[in-house]
């Protein structure tokens, strides 16, 4: 069975920064093949995607993000780890929300993390 383990959420003041990470047990030696996302929650609003990427292989890896975040985030994976992580930068009180680790796999299944709290305030 498919297990992602989200770690690094926190309360942080606007303008910081914090790195999540979500590890990935169960998928065998395919890691690199599925597609992981980050995807958020915020009280009363619906859950959206943050950000994505697909491994390029000898490529680089392909990425797409929110445009409220570009430029502020970045996705990263380490298909050695089975891990993928999210940089986060310059923080924003509405960048607040539970954050959700998400993998897809070539045949549609798809896996989602417990969840990690961002709670960006001064």
């Known amino acids: 069975q498919v297990q992602l383990v989200e770690s690094g959420g926190g309360l942080v003041q606007p303008g910081g920064s914090l790195r999540l990470s979500c590890a990935a047990s169960?998928?065998?030696?395919?890691?690199?093949?599925?597609?992981m996302g980050w995807y958020r929650q915020a009280p009363g609003k619906q859950r959206e995607l943050v950000a994505d990427?697909?491994?390029?292989?000898?490529?680089?890896?392909?990425?797409t993000y929110l445009d409220s975040v570009k430029g502020r985030f970045t996705i990263s994976r380490d298909n050695r780890k089975n891990t993928v992580y999210l940089q986060m930068s310059t923080l924003k009180p509405e960048d607040t929300a539970v954050y959700y680790c998400?993998?897809?796999?070539?045949?549609?299944?798809?896996?989602w993390g417990q969840g990690t709290q961002v709670t960006v305030s001064s």
């Open positions: 998400n993998g897809r796999t070539p045949v549609g299944a798809m896996y």
């Open positions: 990427i697909v491994s390029g292989g000898s490529l680089a890896d392909s990425t």
């Open positions: 169960g998928t065998r030696s395919d890691f690199n093949m599925y597609i």
